[in-house]
């Protein structure tokens, strides 16, 4: 039999039994945990096994190994597929007894895959399409790096298992057409094609003819019994020599093997029941007990885990004779370059010289242009909104289909796929990619900055025009929630510096910041500069006193971004009139309240606090008390010049005076 | 010329100048605000005269006939074409004065078109992809309700223009599969294929084949050139006349006739300098100065505006003696019928005797019996979660396309798309949509319901599995900032119920809302009843006590939905210590704020006071003051049952009543 020899030289009831290996440890750790979605690794288990068993370039021995492919879940509710799969293998660090804790706490084995918990879980999935998208930034990252330091050291391809439900969502669109566009041709998706979706027959909800969608994207499509081993084989052969990213739509029955259940909703999101579990292991001929693998079939499964363990030694070999070595071991590490942080300070020496008054997007511009040289793996790009978001750098190349070496990337208008990809990029490694649009697109892309700040990763991200100064487009794209919202997610840096020398001083923190993403909230419009010392980032705690008062304080203004300044000038009509008064900068939330208690308090002094800001105050009670004065918006913006509409809202100079008579009367 | 017989008898040199004067318009217009997009409406001006003056169905003498035709500017930022097209076609209420006022404070037309601003602006748009997705609604809303009433009261259309931007949003593949999916033959975008975006080439970002992927939906599409009327015209009578829905793509040139701008990137999004007005001007021999249209091209426009006055003047016939005309009027109009407060009030007595221990979302869907059959507005729906979402009703049918009187909508793994959908159906008017998802999904729809608060429309999302209680999940699903990144949008009310009672009352509230939307968060785990009287609709104040202290309150606990019981429990104890406690129950935070101060300051009372929820804190210092004992969450949860959950993180009775002791201590 020809098939013999191309998988694994195994005979087909052997790689059967590997596919059903995965299939029971499914059942039985669902089973276990009284909760979890069988149907999905049952279903797709076959293609899997040949894609773990033949395809995927990978060392169980070695997860960390830099040009591994790359393996997404994308249909993350299939994890025990996943977690059965690194354990079968071989690998480190997941046991039986890890499977046996599935879904149960501190198990690496968490409900959907977990970033962190095994190194061998590529990303963080379970919210549809986020995977997918993951994948085609990692593709990407592999085409870039390539060009960067050579296919000897950056060789390897992206695989996903995707289900109806990645493919529905409508991040799939942004980021199927971005892989096209790339011509990602290492970048193959399974398509879990089972038909069923939760509320039954997809059939139901959809009509689409997915081949022909893919192919308008520029992909190459086949369509192949997902349960026939030799055709999903050939298929992926197919994907390999393509010049086109490719989807491969495996025709799969959910739940394969169950006798009542398989091909119906009701094997994806419950435990099939002991019942049911005992009549399909008997349908697979499985007859270990629970958690049990024969030892043949596990052997198979380590020869697969070890079948790379060659080229990554070869791989050493060459890696180190590269004249790269070190620069590529430094930017796969995450650890920024030597010299960065020189050029970033004197680059802020230049600022406290010239007072330079500029929208803080500019800022951010003229800082981009000092970090991007000096730091390689920074890769720029906006959702169609370069000239706006200011995070093009002159003379960085784009990257496109004919230069990958270009380091600036043209996302179109597809927020969230460029978040997505974003997040994929950084776990890809040897990246820190910085994308822009409107702060008010934040919300375009929300699952993806969450799970960026869920995973620890460090995407940056420029979101300019960021309050109601940004006039005339009005309330639908003025922010007034968007800073409150965002502040809201856990481990999510978001930074609304005030002028030049504080965007310079946000920007090293989100680069330095190697642990979770950072959003840069920046004006539209010119400010002044309110800084003219270099020394201390005094960004880092997240908030200081920016002007103390002239005696002891009697009121404290509290701003962040661009109305700040116009505390600086309430402060100084207060204190004419003999009302010491102090402004306190307050740029990010999330790192002033990692501060002692101490610091926080004399920053913010006991005098009467007010608060500045053009958004809602939402949150601000944190800061100011629940008898909070706030100077800012109660509501959604409006269609005017800026300045009109700062006058429109009170949020003036005048406004901050009058507030704080009020809070000393 | 059989030309001049099809385009309401005009020679080709009228029409054209009709399409002149809106070029004109737009360029008189942005060049006097100094600000906007005249691109657009330069491009898609042949197109829409085209549209507006021999297809659309509208009378501008009543642009609130329930009849009419509806237009969609996807593409809203070229608002200054729909402003044009409204001003010339004579309705009142926009005159040339407005036009002037372009993107002035508080002009009808604001640099997006906003819904309410002027009755024929039949949704708000500028965030992209945003309309195409209303439209999809809208046109699904008129075909349920032709069903209902008859095509003799409800047969009319739905137009859309929508950009580059719009196709490539994610949104743009939810909305246009479902479209297909239904087969909404009545739908028809045109979209403007000018090749540009604002980074330039349209190719730099994005190489589908628009055409083959909406084919691949179920659409029929055609291109044409967007600047031949008679094409154009040919390309409206085939959308007419075909069975699916229609996707034109309008070759046009961006800032057509601009000398040097046209075909740019440049005429996109800034004024084209008042040199380049003029040429432009020159270019299109148009002599009339700013702001002034020649009579003949008016009277036409007119002529356009009136050519359906007929048709309406016939509608008005049929519903005068329509025998479901008061019910169509009442549905039409927003008013909910007689009948179902009285089912709702009897159904809360029942909630009262009974006291069902269940899960809100259970709940939810007891409500939902009583509501649904009392309220034929009412249409429901999931995004593939209704067995978790709870969100049918035994009985109620599939609205599919085979019965589109039915009203359970599966909406697929599709929550941007169902809510910008529910968002059209609205709009649309004589419906009341509610769909469902997951709490921590409306992420994935946070656009869609920031619009939906801003227009000030009844859209009900349905959230369930609201907190780390749906357990094994883990963090991607257990919504921890969810809460106060909703409550952070103005104008959108979060409830929160705890019981079944609180869930029956806050069904109330959110079908009486008729200036906004409305979210239920609702647990997965099964909860105790807290009430067990149903007179007044207790969370119509949105918090009240729930519980007074035995004396002289020594403390107070603040909680929403389904920590209200700990807190409860958690009173009892304290109490049996000899410490007077109060349980104020919080489940709408919106309607709590316009409540007047007495009243919040009597029931949130002046003893130490304690919030719990399981969620973040963040927000909740403006109940508890800056130094809030907050038992909630810190950060992100984690995948384990639920019991094992609240008590690794500390969410139980025994840590409120630890908490009330260290705050009195």
């Known amino acids: 039999m020809a098939a013999q020899a191309k998988l694994l030289s195994l005979p087909l009831t052997d790689v059967r039994r590997m596919a059903d290996a995965i299939r029971v440890l499914a059942v039985d750790a669902v089973e276990k945990a009284k909760s979890g979605h ?7 288990a076959d293609a899997a096994t040949v894609l773990f068993s033949k395809f995927l370039k990978y060392d169980a021995a070695d997860p960390h190994w830099a040009d591994r492919d790359r393996f997404v879940l994308s249909a993350g509710h299939g994890s025990m597929l996943l977690y059965a799969w690194l354990h079968l293998s071989g690998h480190a660090g997941i046991e039986m007894s890890d499977l046996q804790s599935f879904r149960q706490l501190h198990s690496v084995a968490a409900g959907h895959p977990e970033y962190g918990e095994h190194p061998a879980i590529e990303t963080t999935t379970g919210p549809l399409g986020q995977g997918l998208a993951n994948a085609v930034g ?19 391809r992206t695989w996903v298992i995707a289900g109806d439900g ?51 994207y520029g992909w190459a499509v086949k369509r192949v019994d997902g349960h026939d081993p030799i055709a999903v084989e050939k298929a992926m052969e197919g994907a390999v020599r393509s010049r086109k990213p490719t989807l491969i739509a495996c025709r799969t029955i959910i739940g394969f093997a169950a006798p009542t259940k398989a091909g119906t909703a009701g094997s994806h999101g419950s435990p099939l029941g002991s019942k049911e579990a005992e009549a399909t292991k008997q349908a697979l001929g499985w007859t270990s007990a629970p958690f049990e693998v024969p030892e043949d079939i596990k052997a ?15 791989w050493l ?47 951010s511009q003229k800082a981009l242009e000092v970090l991007v040289p000096a730091i390689p793996e920074m890769i720029g790009g906006s959702a169609d909104l370069t000239g706006s978001n200011n995070t093009n750098v002159k003379g960085v190349p784009v990257l496109s289909p004919a230069n990958f070496a270009g ?23 040897g990246l820190i990619p910085y994308g822009g649009t409107f702060l008010v697109f934040a919300d375009y892309m929300r699952p993806s900055l969450r799970l960026a700040a869920l995973m620890k990763i460090r995407a940056i991200h420029v ?8 006039g005339e487009d009005g309330p639908t794209h003025q922010p007034v929630e968007t800073l409150a919202s965002l502040r809201a997610i856990p481990n999510l840096c978001v930074f609304r510096p005030a002028d030049a020398m504080e965007t310079a001083e946000c920007w090293e923190l989100a680069v330095q910041r190697s642990d979770g993403p950072s959003i840069l909230a920046l004006s539209r419009q010119g400010l002044p500069a309110l800084r003219d010392e270099a ?19 009697a009121a404290t203004i509290v701003a962040t971004g661009s109305e700040v300044h116009l505390a600086v000038a309430a402060r100084e009509a207060l204190e004419a009139e003999g009302i010491p008064t102090a402004v306190v900068s307050l740029p990010c939330w999330e790192l002033f309240s990692l501060q002692d208690e101490g610091y926080r308090l004399a920053t913010l002094g006991d005098a009467p606090r007010i608060g500045v800001e053009a958004g809602l105050g939402f949150g601000w009670e944190r800061w100011l008390g629940a008898d909070a004065t706030f100077i800012g918006m109660t509501g959604f913006g409006a269609s005017a010049p800026a300045e009109d509409l700062f006058q429109h809202f009170g949020i003036t100079v005048e406004a901050v005076i009058a507030a704080v008579r009020r809070k000393l009367a």
Chains 1, 2 share one sequence.
Not at 38 to 44: A, E, Q
Not at 349 to 361: H, N, V, W
């Open 38 to 44: 069988p149907g999905m690794p049952m279903g797709m």
């Open 138 to 156: 990692m593709a990407l990252a592999e085409r870039h790096l390539a060009a960067r330091f050579g296919r000897s050291l950056v060789d390897h």
């Open 166 to 216: 990645c493919l529905m969502e409508g991040i799939s669109h942004e980021a199927a057409s971005i892989a096209g566009h790339f011509g990602l041709s290492k970048l193959t998706v399974l398509w879990d094609d089972n038909g069923i979706c939760i509320d039954g027959d997809v059939g139901m909800t959809s009509s689409d003819d997915v081949l022909k969608r893919f192919q308008s």
């Open 300 to 314: 198979n499964w380590e020869a697969a885990g070890r079948r790379s363990a060659g080229a990554r030694r070869s």
């Open 317 to 363: 070999k060459r890696l180190a004779n590269h004249p790269q070595k070190s620069e590529f071991e430094r930017a796969i590490s995450g650890k920024l370059p030597e010299a960065w942080h020189e050029a970033s300070a004197s680059f802020r020496q230049k600022i406290a010289e010239d007072k330079p008054k500029a929208a803080t997007r500019v800022s």
């Open 407 to 429: 380091r600036y990337i043209h996302w179109g208008i597809r927020e969230h796929g460029m978040a997505a990809a974003m997040n994929g990029m950084a776990l890809h490694g």
């Open 463 to 470: 979101l300019t025009h960021d309050s109601i100064g940004l």
């Open 535 to 553: 020394g201390e980032n005094r960004c880092a705690r997240g908030g200081y006193v920016l002007a103390e008062a002239g005696g002891k304080r």
